[in-house]
């Protein structure tokens, strides 16, 4: 007989309680940013949503806040930009007075954003230098940016958590051939975003040794593949 699951295998808003927690989300109107906001206003975590696009943050401010009764705040941010993010974590800890968590989700993704498709699905040997640099900018510099802006806040509360947003392509190679189609069209995985999520790798790992002692802990989440109406074919 096949054993039953375990009880403790439960939603996460029945393992954690964050009430009152308040956690700033980068990248916070993107398709992963949305499920994180979801997850942490459901545990009772007010939320943070720093996002470029000012109106799609305000929209998925408006739901968390309307859903889960916690308070949600849009601030529209370019994590390129020291004081963009230090604006933005200025205001947040003016409207909750503290910062709980970080999660630096904010990424250059060609399937998540069409407008840079086309500088980022090129061949490698004709990949753009602005192509490589701008995913540079956003994936890593962004989170090194926005790391530095929350951190003496967090050591002036003693406690706080950051927790880096990476790729199972930040451990191994993309193996370019998923992303072909039947009909001879060619996806393609750009290197820029292996080189910038095994980057975020190492920067997790020097932050959490130098944080160590300090109640501040900073990890990775590694993920794989995630369904967004992928075809078929590429299932």
Not at 45 to 65: C, F, G, M, R, Y
Not at 87 to 115: E, Q, W
Not at 143 to 158: D, G, H, R, S, W
Request: net charge negative.
């Amino acid at each position: 007989m096949a054993a039953k699951p375990s009880t403790t295998q439960q939603h996460p808003t029945r393992l954690f309680d964050l009430t009152d927690r308040v956690a700033i989300i980068t990248g916070g109107a993107g398709f992963l940013g949305k499920e994180f906001g979801r997850v942490l206003a459901a545990a009772g975590s007010h939320v943070v949503i720093a996002d470029v696009n000012q109106k799609a943050a305000e929209t998925v401010a408006k739901e968390l806040s309307t859903a889960s009764k916690t308070e949600a705040l849009a601030v529209q941010t370019d994590v390129t930009n020291k004081e963009s993010v230090h604006a933005m974590v200025g205001m947040a800890k003016d409207v909750f007075g503290r910062i709980d968590a970080l999660v630096n989700s904010a990424a250059l993704d060609p399937k998540f954003d069409p407008k840079e498709a086309g500088k980022h699905t090129q061949d490698f040997e004709g990949y753009p230098l602005d192509g490589w640099q701008q995913s540079l900018a956003v994936d890593l510099t962004g989170a090194f940016l926005c790391a530095q802006a929350v951190t003496p806040i967090m050591k002036e509360q003693t406690n706080g958590v950051i927790v880096n947003i990476s790729s199972i392509y930040g451990v191994v190679g993309p193996d370019q051939r998923l992303y072909e189609k039947d009909d001879g069209s060619k996806g393609y995985k750009p290197p820029s975003y292996s080189a910038t999520k095994s980057a975020l790798d190492g920067f997790t790992r020097y932050l959490a040794a130098y944080f160590a002692g300090t109640n501040i802990r900073v990890n990775t989440l590694t993920l794989g593949g995630v369904f967004n109406n992928h075809d078929e074919q590429f299932l």
